[in-house]
């Protein structure tokens, strides 16, 4: 424990018996002895001094604990690839919302789903639309979806008043949720009526595998089943009929008129059935009332069975002539076996997914056996698509989706054969009792491996699961050490163990670690559907997926996930605990945060509370109209949002309620923003205040406790490095490191300042001439103008789509909505030509825009976009193709299994590209690649003009023949399931602004099936060579001058720092090695010890490096030789001496141009930030700019703790979100996005709150709560805490220095002499010097700095001797004494950047006062400190008589004489006030420290003087007792023996 004082001590352990062993009285501290005072003395001591017996840990078990890290991150993303998951979820819900199921009056999506109407169109026309023929066509559903509905019971209205105006409502005003596990308000009565179609039917699948031998099979074995009654006729409402020719072969009527009830729908009615009379088809409507459970027919007259689902019209029989159909038709049947979405109950239904592949093939078997039979039906084709829209539609429309529909549940299994990836599709709609329908989509993902279903069979009855490797193993070890070592603790100190924060935490991360390896092992005894797949025969048609066994596995990953990524927040967190043990300023910051829990835990019960009052504030008053606010915990889900940076709610309440919404949102961000922000700012400044100080009371029995653990130190690593570390010294033969800093270059706080204020002046001309270069070189106005101007151009121009099964157009449709493979396609046949010739219809006068004809030639055409931009050449555009070769898939993938197509992508880099035509395997493709782009050549992005990469396809200036190429593509497929990539390239020239814009329009097709697009332009201007180039050219002469200055000063620095270790005789002593080494320690510490020294270096070096590349630029020959010929093509004499050949040659070369331009001005960018943080420099002349300088050097080392501790935690929250949202989430997706991420969340400009809740519910709250509390709340206020306690040091030095400068100045100031006009003539000079960066003539010329730096090396002092005063004395006197000696040593009359003549003070040593009787009493430190100050004084006297020689020879002007006098009294003045600052500085802190603490001990010895007699008063007493009771006891002895010999 900790007394009040802060003062930690050791305790003494506890032997086996539970008693203390021998306790010396040192360990007892005040607090000990005030209990023992307030709870007595019978207590006895070990009942009341608690024994500090809490496990160190070491630098070797920090070690351990990293490799158990790493070994942990295996463990848990070693099981699954988040970047594949990801990808493969996010094409798919992409594509799923961006399908519009309405276009009338404008379009709608899955999001806009707000009614039973809207869903009941997104099931008919949006669902079959995205799925079909493949999501993307690239993901592909696999055998069925699954439909889970769940209806409510209806009963008559309770309110007796409204009975006759709503007479029935719902059971549960609440409806059911998806959350909702009861089955008591469900309606389980069977309804509806629909007809299943053949390919929906349970041997279906079995219909592909038939058509291999083509069997006798029905006309359309797809489509409806039918059944007939000769002599009846159907009765119901007539939907409509048609006659045929009296010739046509009844076989053929009876097969069209099937097929026409089967696609008949009128006013939402279909056709269940149809009578056939003199070729004459009448087709009724039954309604659902008029359907009976009872066969019209006789058993066996049906080609199907009979069940007690099925449903029949009623005919009317003995109708001569006339002939009744029907179709299979059904009820919808309530299932409680739990086949519904996650094991509910409902009415579930299945949809068949076909792909377009086997209904070809089942429709080209049935045409051959027709063929076969002569048959004269024709056989009508089917869509895939279709037949998913008319099942569906069969099931809306039949009443599926009614009133009492209360939640729907549409999921699927989706297989990406190119990441190997299963996604599980979940949609969600909960329909309320206002009507209103919420949709939820969830698209969760899972690594199905081929080398996962290889191993699958020999796992399943294994104790290790398919992958178990050496990281599970090592980590499953790792967690089981940890386990053990805390249950030993445990037993050795009993309950105690809970009393430390740090077990706590130990213990809730160690149940968390063995929770995730059981979760693991759960989802290995879970995995009967990798099993199942496994065993299956790989090539056998028609596998049917069991997606309830997928359900459970599935269940079992994800709960896997979710606590592995708790998991990661306790891993990193307790990677504190170590650090916490291991570096005492991390000691510090983990107190301040533990100091500060109380003070904040009763603020948030006073702020829950007031929240708790906002919360029914917004939900009574705003609820009934935002749905923020609708319910009590989606307000406070609001509320807490809000306080975060979430303005949804806000821009809802601005737009509902201007008055109220404003303030409520006033006074609650006031309160919370504000109140919440500053207050707990409060709390953890003081905190942090309180943790310092107890850190600075405790460090010097914390450095005596650490001294006298030394010699019994077990951590064998500490004792290597200490071993190693001495005996590389010996072998380098290096000093000791007090030897070593002696002439080092001075860094930190002690660092040399830049005192020329004119330096200011000069580096500002530099700058300006630096921006005006690079701004006049890049033009970045003009250029945004003329790319903003192209960029329009091309993203305006829209195009349209059909929609196939509503048969609506959509148009409208732009750049920024382009989806798939198709609308790539469109984009490119539809909106670019509009783009590109319809862009510049205005008109120059009364006659067309000039530019549209080339100038020196007009029957050339030219393309202009926006009037003013010309494309370059006759055939401008350049569209690049490059396609992958298709590779069979593997044998034991998933793949090989599934009803998908066998050839994917490959992926084996430089080997994946198409080269020639016959590698293209779609026919129509290959066509139009030969047919429009040619060989395979130079294309996008080619490093060279060898650099064969795709197939180029140049589009010419003709608008017609150019709009024929692009339909003909389009037509072709020229984008097919192996394209890669596709770009467009063109050059734009605006003669207004004399430059160029290179224009690439690139589309890239992902494995996913992800449409990834992007426009890159980029502005060029080539380098002028009239005379507007002279102006450029002067400054880039000045910009090099400038920079090769710098340059040379930065050299010349370290040369200085280098010759200044020499001149001061350092390195005669060392050896060749030494002097290298202690050559390369005085030029690092002269770049890093300076971070100004490193800028100077690092931007002149790429300022030259910028220079460089820019003449590259101005040397190419695009600058050097490209011009605008007479005629727009490309001779021969033009191509030999231009090198362009042809207008794909001009687009190469822009391209290379405008990459060199792009790395031009990335390096301009970045050479420009640090040119201006190289300005700060300059600006250290000032004294209150150094303030904040000296801030963050002083705090460099709590800074860098802060930063380690904020960097782990901040891992543990990157590594959680990464694992938990990552698969779904793109801001998550992979490391570093994570970690962009959690800084937009701390900074509050992070917005996608909703797509992190419907990720993960309860993990979401966790990571999102906790985060922001403890980074928003805690750590950024710890970073203000640090910063404000060095601040206020160095704001007080610098206070004290001022005023203390002034009193010196007033006491000392005299007079020049000369009168008036002497003074003036003085005041002038002295100020003209230190403008000019001279200061006048000091023998100390750092005067200033060593007054600045003192208290700090007092402190450093203080903390590195112990608590000595004479030693901390003695310490500063050295530092300050050698600052004297390093600077002080050049005279007075030179500049700061020559060198002084070395002095030799070598003959001030021990033997020059030896004779001294009072010499050899002084203690070792007093000697020291002498011994430094004498040489200090010798040097500064030897420095002002030197200066006083060169003054009397230089001139006999009294003047300069009285000058150098002056200036030398001056300095003596200055370092009596620097001496007497530091003396007063030590005395204060003497006061406040050392009698301080002498004061404490002194009442301590009396406290224990007073418990030592106290406890010996006791212990007469209890003698004296026992004396008493001894002689009663005795008595009582002769007593019993008399009375025994009496009676003997």
């Not at 609001?638 to 975060?644: A, Y």
């Not at 914390?702 to 200490?722: C, F, I, M, P």
């Amino acid at each position: 424990m900790k007394s009040k004082g802060g003062t930690e001590k050791s305790r003494p352990q506890v032997t086996s018996s539970g008693k203390q062993s021998d306790l010396p009285l040192e360990i007892l501290t005040r607090d000990d002895i005030y209990r023992q005072r307030v709870m007595g003395t019978e207590s006895g001591m070990g009942n009341f001094i608690k024994v500090d017996d809490k496990r160190k840990l070491t630098v070797i078990s920090m070690f351990v604990y990293l490799f158990f890290i790493f070994a942990a991150m295996q463990f848990v993303w070693g099981s699954g690839v988040i970047r594949s998951q990801f990808a493969v979820s996010n094409a798919v819900r992409t594509w799923l919302e961006s399908k519009a199921f309405k276009l009338d009056p404008e379009p709608k999506y899955f999001r806009d789903i707000q009614t039973l109407e809207d869903m009941q169109d997104w099931l008919r026309y949006g669902l079959p639309g995205a799925i079909s023929p493949a999501v993307q066509h690239l993901n592909f559903p696999l055998n069925q979806v699954r439909f889970t509905l769940r209806r409510i019971q209806s009963v008559n209205n309770p309110e007796e008043r409204f009975q006759k105006f709503a007479a029935v409502t719902w059971k549960d005003k609440f409806g059911i949720t998806s959350t909702h596990d009861s089955t008591n308000s469900d309606d389980k009565d069977s309804f509806g009526v629909y007809r299943e179609f053949g390919f929906n039917t349970a041997n279906a699948t079995g219909l592909v595998a038939q058509t291999v031998e083509q069997p006798e099979l029905n006309y359309d074995p797809l489509g409806l089943e039918w059944c007939s009654k000769e002599s009846a006729s159907c009765v119901g409402d007539i939907l409509d009929q048609k006659d045929f020719p009296e010739d046509m072969p009844t076989e053929q009527v009876i097969a069209t008129c099937n097929d026409e009830c089967q696609d008949m729908e009128r006013n939402g009615r279909l056709c269940y059935c149809w009578t056939l009379s003199n070729n004459l088809c009448r087709f009724f409507h039954v309604a659902e009332a008029s359907l009976a459970s009872s066969a019209p027919v006789p058993d066996g007259d049906c080609s199907w069975n009979r069940t007690s689902e099925m449903l029949y019209p009623q005919l009317q029989d003995y109708v001569i002539g006339s002939q009744a159909f029907f179709p299979k038709m059904k009820r919808f049947t309530y299932d409680e076996s739990g086949r519904g979405f996650e094991a509910s109950p409902g009415f579930v239904m299945s949809l068949g997914y076909w792909t377009q592949d086997d209904v070809d093939k089942v429709m080209q078997a049935v045409t051959d056996v027709a063929d076969a039979r002569n048959s004269s039906t024709a056989v009508q084709w089917r869509s895939a698509q279709y037949m998913l829209y008319q099942q569906v539609n069969d099931w809306v429309l039949g009443g599926f989706i009614g009133s009492t529909a209360c939640l729907l549940a549409a999921d699927f299994v989706n297989w990406n054969p190119n990441y190997e990836v299963l996604s599980w599709v979940q949609l969600r709609f909960e329909i309320s009792a206002s009507g209103r329908v919420t949709s939820e989509m969830k698209v969760p993902s899972m690594l199905m491996s081929s080398s996962n279903l290889e191993n699958a069979a020999a796992a399943r009855n294994s104790v290790f699961w398919v992958g178990f490797g050496m990281w599970d193993a090592l980590y499953i070890i790792l967690v089981g050490y940890f386990f053990l070592t805390e249950l030993y603790d445990f037993a050795c100190i009993g309950m105690k163990y809970f009393a430390s924060g740090w077990q706590i935490l130990n213990v809730s991360g160690i149940i968390v670690h063995i929770t995730t390896i059981l979760l693991r092992y759960n989802y290995h005894r879970s995995s009967e559907f990798t099993i199942g797949l496994a065993a299956a025969e790989a090539g056998q048609e028609g596998y049917v997926l069991d997606l309830q066994q997928f359900e459970a596995q599935g269940i079992a990953w994800f709960d896997f996930s979710k606590c592995a990524s708790i998991m990661m927040v306790f891993l990193y967190s307790t990677l504190v605990h170590y650090l916490n043990d291991l570096f005492p300023r991390i000691a510090v910051l983990v107190s301040t945060v533990y100091r500060s829990m109380t003070p904040v835990f009763f603020l948030v019960i006073i702020l829950c509370d007031v929240f708790f009052g906002f919360v029914i504030w917004c939900h009574l008053m705003f609820g009934n109209k935002i749905q923020a606010f609708s319910t009590v915990a989606t307000s406070a889900i609001s509320c807490t949002e809000m306080i975060f940076g979430r303005l949804s709610a806000v821009s809802e309440l601005r737009s509902l309620f201007p008055v109220l919404g404003f303030a409520f949102y006033l006074s609650f961000m006031i309160f919370f923003f504000f109140i919440l922000q500053y207050l707990s700012r409060a709390i953890v400044l003081l905190s942090f205040d309180d943790a310092s100080t107890s850190y600075e009371q405790t460090r010097a029995a914390e450095e005596q406790r650490r001294s006298a653990e030394s010699a019994r130190n077990n951590d064998q690593l500490t004792r290597v490095w200490k071993k190693s570390v001495v005996t590389i010294r010996k072998a380098f033969g290096l000093k000791s490191r007090r030897r070593r800093d002696e002439g080092m270059p001075r860094y930190g706080l002690k660092r040399e300042v830049s005192s020329s204020k004119i330096s200011i002046l000069i580096f500002a001309i530099f700058a300006a001439i630096y921006a005006i270069l690079v701004s006049s070189i890049l033009s970045i106005g003009t250029g945004y103008a003329l790319v903003a101007s192209i960029t329009s151009a091309l993203k305006d121009p829209t195009f349209s789509t059909v929609d196939v099964l509503s048969k609506e157009v959509m148009y409208g449709r732009d750049f920024d909505s382009i989806r798939d493979r198709q609308d790539v396609m469109r984009w490119i046949s539809q909106a670019l030509p509009k783009a590109l010739f319809e862009s510049s219809t205005g008109t120059f006068g009364d006659s067309d825009n000039p530019l549209k004809s080339y100038h020196a030639f007009p029957s050339f055409k030219q393309i202009v976009i926006n009037d003013w931009n010309t494309l370059l050449g006759q055939t401008p555009i350049r569209l690049s193709v490059k396609y992958d070769k298709l590779a069979p898939v593997s044998p034991n993938s998933g793949s090989s299994r599934f009803n998908v197509p066998q050839m994917i992508r490959e992926d084996e880099g430089d080997k994946r590209d198409v080269t020639g035509h016959s590698e293209i395997m779609n026919s129509l493709t290959r066509q139009a690649v030969q047919a429009h782009c040619g060989n395979y050549t130079v294309a996008f992005e080619a490093v060279d003009e060898a650099d064969k990469n795709g197939f180029a396809c140049m589009l010419s200036v003709d608008q017609l023949a150019t709009e024929y190429r692009l339909r003909d593509m389009e037509f072709k497929g020229l984008a097919s399931n192996q394209t890669r990539q596709m770009a467009l390239e063109f050059v734009v020239y605006n003669g207004n602004f004399n430059m160029f814009v290179y224009v690439a329009i690139i589309f890239d097709f992902t494995p996913s099936g992800l449409i990834e697009k992007r426009m890159d332009l980029e502005a060029v201007r080539l380098p002028e060579t009239s005379g507007g180039a002279i102006g450029r050219i002067f400054l880039e002469i000045a910009v090099m001058l400038f920079t090769v200055s710098y340059l040379a000063l930065s050299l010349r620095g370290m040369y200085k720092a280098v010759l200044n270790m020499s001149r001061k005789g350092r390195l005669k002593s060392y050896s060749f090695l030494q002097r290298f080494i202690t050559v390369l320690q005085v030029m690092f510490l002269h770049i890093l010890g300076n971070p100004f020294n490193l800028l100077d270096l690092l931007s002149s070096v790429m300022t030259i490096v910028t220079m460089f590349v820019w003449y590259s630029i101005t040397m190419m020959d695009l600058s050097q030789g490209f011009f605008f010929p007479e005629t727009p093509e490309w001779t021969t004499t033009q191509c030999a001496s231009s090198g362009i050949c042809s207008d794909s040659d001009v687009i190469f070369k822009f391209a290379r141009a405008s990459a060199r331009m792009r790395f031009f001005a990335r390096i301009c960018t970045v050479n420009t930030v640090i040119l201006f943080f190289r300005s700060l420099k300059y600006l250290e002349a000032f004294s209150h700019v150094r303030i904040i300088f000296n801030t963050l050097i002083r705090g460099g080392t709590d800074i860098l703790c802060f930063l380690v501790v904020m960097v782990v935690l901040l891992m543990g929250y990157v590594a959680m979100g990464h694992t938990i949202f990552g698969p779904l989430m793109e801001d998550f997706s992979t490391v570093p996005f994570a970690l962009i991420t959690n800084f937009q969340m701390f900074l509050g400009t992070f917005r996608k709150f909703e797509q992190m809740r419907q990720a993960s519910g309860f993990e979401y709250y966790f990571y999102w709560g906790t985060y922001m509390v403890l980074f928003r709340y805690v750590l950024v206020n710890m970073f203000f805490a640090i910063i404000a306690k060095h601040f206020r040091v160095e704001d007080e030095a610098m206070s004290n220095m001022i005023k203390e400068k002034k009193k010196a100045k007033a006491s000392s100031q005299t007079d020049p002499g000369g009168g008036f006009f002497g003074k003036m003539y003085s005041s002038m000079k002295s100020n003209v010097l230190q403008f000019a960066g001279r200061e006048p003539r000091s023998p100390s010329p750092r005067a200033e700095p060593e007054s600045d730096v003192a208290p700090e090396v007092a402190a450093e002092a203080t903390d590195e001797e112990g608590d000595d005063p004479t030693r901390r004395m003695s310490t500063i006197s050295v530092t300050t004494s050698q600052a004297s000696v390093d600077t002080g040593s050049a005279p007075p009359a030179r500049s700061s950047d020559e060198q002084a003549p070395f002095i030799d003070v070598s003959h001030i040593n021990d033997n020059a006062v030896q004779d001294v009787e009072n010499w050899r009493y002084l203690p070792d430190s007093i000697r020291e400190w002498a011994l430094h100050t004498a040489k200090d004084l010798f040097v500064f006297i030897e420095d002002a008589c030197r200066m006083r020689s060169e003054a009397e020879g230089f001139s006999k002007e009294e003047l300069v004489l009285d000058q150098v006098m002056q200036e030398t009294e001056t300095a003596i003045n200055d370092r009596r006030l620097e001496r007497g600052i530091q003396a007063e500085q030590m005395k204060k802190r003497l006061e406040v420290d050392e009698l301080r603490s002498l004061k404490e001990i002194h009442q301590d010895q009396e406290s224990l003087a007073w418990y030592i007699m106290k406890r010996e008063t006791e212990l007469k007493k209890l003698e004296q007792t026992k004396g008493l009771k001894q002689d009663r006891f005795d008595k009582m002895v002769n007593a019993a023996q008399s009375l025994i010999s009496s009676d003997g």
